[in-house]
């Protein structure tokens, strides 16, 4: 897929960027810190990568940049673009939120008065739209920003987190893969 | 004034249930509006917000048919001649859409969206560009079930659902067999989870490796190895990376370039892109997230059989590299 390895270059160069930035910043890290600032430059990289920002994308941003240590890393890597759209976002994702709340409340008012229709399958239809419930309260903690988003808009978030994600991961796993032909050579030269 | 709120989405309403007079009454509906509004601007500036939030993300990567359904939906609009004849002889059905149609305004949801029958649309050829300004998901009900409002638009939301779902299928490996939204979803959260997890461990990782987070020389190669995606098929091919590898070290600003392609003989380059090259390709094609850690594993023992043979021509790269840490 040609569109997925322009999204790769990009991921790459941006954290490329990210992890220079990091390096140029602190000399001494210990494991655990430069653990941290890999991931989050990878994540920031990756949202930001996406040219048309999904939602996911923005919410991660805005997450990150709450985070006031990691505010100088994420605001160098974006640069002054996407000051504006985390705003936007966050009123629609709480005008959104409302939204879906207010249905709540009506679906609940219009359907109390409502009978099941079939009452040989009535337990197993509870049961599995309390399954069903349950793991789209999971999904929504795990998809970045999946909180006020309803289940429509989140199963299309999910998505397209899903295929970044997994590009996410291509890339880095070449990357350390290289980086550890390299470290493997180095130390088989030392023995030399 | 009637107003489109567009949200993220983009809704191709790819519904296969649909009737052909569905579509006629949208457009009956379209024209009764068009006659007593005046004001098409608005119109066109809904139309073009349709048309630029169509090239979704999503849609990009793995879901070719998607988009091109959509393609073939949305920009030549839904627009048939004879309709416009039928109108006149609809006017019944006409005021059931239009109570329906009250009815899903109750609801708070407003979306504009765009439904085409797969039947409909190979035999119906749109000839005007007429703003698609459509607020309300326009649906019949079936025989033998309920015509309430409410229950119309939920099962239109749940038909939507489980077209997502079914293209969730595809995309989450392993999940051919499992049908049903609760199953599904299981899975989707595991295969999320477990990416989530692979980001930390490779991270982790690649934290121990790197001392320092320097990753010049790899970002170089990889770099390299975006720009031709061809190389490290075979072995064939390792002429012309050495010499791409070679423009690409002449491209850079540092002093020790110069002592790279002096230092670098023919064949070095090429193992170390070449390594990393087929580590990178055997990571594309067909690599299920089942077996990943276990490919790790593997490629990293086969690395290791094949940096053996290639050990002692590494030198002069890795003066180099030396060098270019120091800096």
Not at chain 1, 127 to 144: F, M
Not at chain 2, 244 to 273: A, H, K, W, Y
Request: glycine share 4%.
């Amino acid at each position: 897929m040609h569109t997925s390895s322009t999204l790769k270059k990009e991921f790459l160069k941006k954290w490329i960027k990210g992890l220079q930035i990091c390096c140029s910043s602190n000399k001494k890290m210990d494991l655990m810190e430069r653990k941290k600032k890999i991931k989050l430059s990878a994540d920031i990289a990756m949202a930001s990568a996406k040219n048309p920002a999904t939602s996911w994308s923005n919410a991660l941003i805005s997450e990150a940049k709450k985070n006031k240590q990691d505010t100088i890393l994420v605001n160098s890597l974006l640069g002054t673009e996407s000051d504006l759209k985390p705003q936007k976002n966050t009123d629609r994702i709480i005008s959104v939120h409302k939204r879906v709340q207010y249905k709540k409340i009506l679906k609940r008012s219009c359907n109390a008065g409502k009978r099941m229709n079939k009452k040989k399958n009535l337990v197993a239809t509870i049961l599995a739209k309390r399954l069903v419930k349950k793991r789209t309260k999971v999904l929504k903690r795990l998809v970045p920003g999946g909180e006020s988003m309803n289940e429509f808009s989140l199963i299309k978030e999910a998505m397209d987190y899903m295929l970044s994600l997994k590009v996410q991961v291509d890339v880095m796993r070449s990357v350390v893969t290289a980086a550890e032909v390299l470290s493997e050579d180095k130390l088989m030269k030392l023995v030399e | 004034m009637l107003h489109c709120h567009y949200t993220t989405m983009n809704i191709p309403g790819n519904t296969s249930g649909t009737d052909v007079s569905v579509l006629e009454r949208q457009q009956a509906r379209m024209k009764w509006r068009q006659q007593q509004q005046q004001g098409l601007s608005n119109d066109d500036h809904c139309f073009r917000g349709l048309v630029e939030i169509k090239p979704d993300p999503g849609l990009q990567y793995g879901w070719p048919d998607f988009s091109d359904a959509c393609q073939d939906q949305l920009i030549p609009p839904l627009v048939a001649d004879h309709n416009l004849k039928k109108r006149k002889t609809h006017e019944d059905h006409k005021q059931k859409a239009v109570s329906k149609e009250n009815g899903v305004k109750d609801k708070k949801i407003k979306r504009c969206s765009e439904e085409n029958s797969t039947e409909t649309s190979p035999k119906e050829k749109p000839k005007a560009v007429e703003t698609q300004k459509q607020e309300y998901i326009h649906v019949r009900a079936r025989r033998g079930q309920a015509t309430d409002s409410h229950s119309l638009a939920e099962r239109v939301r749940r038909e939507k659902i489980s077209e997502r779902m079914k293209y969730l299928q595809d995309l989450v490996p392993g999940c051919n067999k499992i049908t049903g939204k609760a199953g599904m979803l299981d899975e989707i959260i595991n295969y999320v989870q477990s990416l989530q997890k692979q980001v930390e461990f490779l991270s982790m990782k690649l934290a121990t490796l790197q001392p320092r987070l320097d990753f010049d020389i790899d970002s170089l190669i990889m770099k390299e190895m975006f720009e031709v995606p061809a190389i490290g098929y075979s072995s064939e091919v390792a002429n012309s990376t050495y010499f791409q590898v070679n423009s690409l070290l002449e491209m850079g600003n540092s002093p020790i370039d110069t002592m790279l392609r002096r230092s670098i003989g023919g064949p070095v380059s090429i193992p170390e892109t070449f390594v990393v090259s087929s580590c990178f390709n055997q990571m594309q094609p067909g690599v299920t997230w089942d077996g990943d850690l276990h490919n790790l594993y593997r490629m990293e023992i086969q690395q290791e059989s094949t940096t053996i043979p290639f050990q002692h021509k590494f030198t002069g790269s890795y003066e180099g590299s030396n060098l270019k840490m120091e800096l």
